[in-house]
């Protein structure tokens, strides 16, 4: 639920969450939409990201796919690709798909260089700045364990991903 202020979004969020976005700020991390061009950029941190985090790879094709649609086409806006840098590092990024009040984070990447500068938590604040001024009141952040199980191998994705607040809906999974 990404409805309500500012504050009060970062209200419901764990207290560690609220710290790394804010110490980001300070750090100077920027967050801003980039163009397709910058998708190998993206790709090579979501290689790392995969490495790092022990899930497998889509290959680039999948990634180049999402944004084929032609600029001028109606909805060509509603796949956002966004990227956090700072001092000439792209730190993480994230693809995030909008339809009526959701949007949906659909990939994401970080890097292990800087990571105490919290691309991660910043970039997915501002997905989720994007999706509200898109007129989003919900922010899906995908997948997660099925439990909060610290011997389950994405246990590290869903304590991230649980920071931010929010509830654990139960889903038949996914098709790709």
């Not at 979501?46 to 796919?65: D, I, L, Q």
């Not at 105490?116 to 001024?133: K, S, T």
Request: aromatic share 12%; charged share 25%.
């Amino acid at each position: 639920d990404i409805s309500g202020t500012e504050d009060e979004l970062l209200s419901r969020m764990k207290s560690k969450t609220r710290y790394n976005i804010r110490l980001s700020e300070r750090k100077g991390v920027r967050i801003f939409a980039a163009s397709k061009e910058m998708l190998p950029v993206f790709y090579d941190l979501y290689r790392e990201t995969a490495e790092r985090n022990g899930f497998a790879v889509c290959e680039y094709r999948y990634f180049s796919a999402l944004f084929s649609v032609d600029a001028d086409a109606a909805d060509a806006s509603e796949v956002h690709f966004l990227l956090a840098a700072a001092d000439g590092d792209v730190l993480a990024g994230a693809i995030v798909a909008v339809s009526a009040q959701t949007a949906t984070y659909l990939f994401g990447a970080s890097s292990c260089r800087h990571r105490n500068m919290m691309g991660g938590a910043a970039v997915q604040w501002g997905a989720i700045r994007l999706a509200r001024a898109r007129g989003c009141v919900t922010y899906d952040m995908g997948a997660v364990p099925p439990a909060d199980d610290p011997g389950h191998p994405f246990y590290g994705m869903y304590r991230f991903k649980a920071g931010f607040g929010g509830k654990v809906v139960h889903r038949s999974g996914s098709w790709d």
